[in-house]
């Protein structure tokens, strides 16, 4: 008679504790990175490239701001120079223009210390745009207060469209010149009818104009420098 076969007992392998594997062998960021951002390398590369490409928009934006700060007073000055107005008019209109660029200055200070910091420059760049309604308003207010109420048709229109062309030139920003350059063609166009200066209406009419064609100007200029810019898009590689 066979005698009965006993198999062997399985023996179980106790469990490894979790103490047990060292944590640089499991590379939690690596899979944690894959599981998020699970594209191909040249893509993400492309991403990169867009990042320095903001960054070193941003850093040029602060390193020509400091000129706009220079030139605001400057061209407040020869615009009181033309008016030859009284001097309430010229100390009140003068603390405006004076306080915008003294706006522009303390901005740049706070950012000129971390001038790559992408998160310091896009502070820098929303304080400066808040700055430059300001310094529209503050520059338009000058229709009501710098213009004398005789003022010719071309001084009205130079008033409106040489500070904004001086932005567009100074910043080469679109975006600069549409915030700073709305509320002077504004304010400046209500001067003429609301004063009224000597021109009246035509006197507006001509202020928008030239403002217009400002803007358009930096619209152009921005789309002519991104296309210079333009790089081939990458295919689809994910």
């Avoid at 998020?36 to 993400?44: S, T």
């Avoid at 502070?123 to 745009?129: E, I, N, V, W």
Wanted: net charge neutral; proline share 8%.
């Amino acid at each position: 008679m066979a005698l009965p076969v006993q198999k062997p007992a399985e023996i179980s392998k106790p469990p490894i504790p979790q103490a047990a594997i060292p944590q640089a062998a499991i590379p939690q960021a690596a899979i944690a990175q894959a599981a998020i951002d699970p594209r191909h390398p040249v893509a993400r590369l492309a991403e990169l490239h867009a990042e320095a490409e903001e960054t070193a928009r941003l850093a040029n934006l602060l390193g020509r701001s400091i000129h706009l700060a220079i030139a605001l007073p400057a061209l407040a000055a020869a615009t009181l120079a033309a008016g030859r107005i009284g001097w309430p008019e010229t100390v009140a209109w003068s603390l405006f223009t004076i306080g915008a660029a003294i706006a522009v200055v303390i901005a740049y200070r706070r950012a000129i210390g971390q001038p790559f910091e992408r998160t310091v420059l896009k502070t820098f760049s929303q304080d400066l745009s808040a700055i430059l309604v300001f310094a529209g308003f503050a520059w338009g207010a000058g229709a009501f207060l710098a213009l004398p109420a005789d003022a010719n048709i071309a001084l009205v229109v130079l008033f409106a469209a040489v500070p904004g062309t001086a932005v567009a030139v100074l910043l080469r920003e679109r975006e600069s010149v549409f915030l700073f350059l709305a509320p002077v063609a504004a304010l400046a166009s209500f001067a003429c009818v609301l004063r009224p200066l000597a021109g009246g209406a035509l006197d507006a009419a001509f202020v928008l104009i030239a403002c217009i064609a400002v803007a358009a100007s930096a619209v152009f200029a921005d789309a002519r420098k991104e296309r210079a810019n333009e790089v081939p898009a990458l295919p689809d590689l994910a």
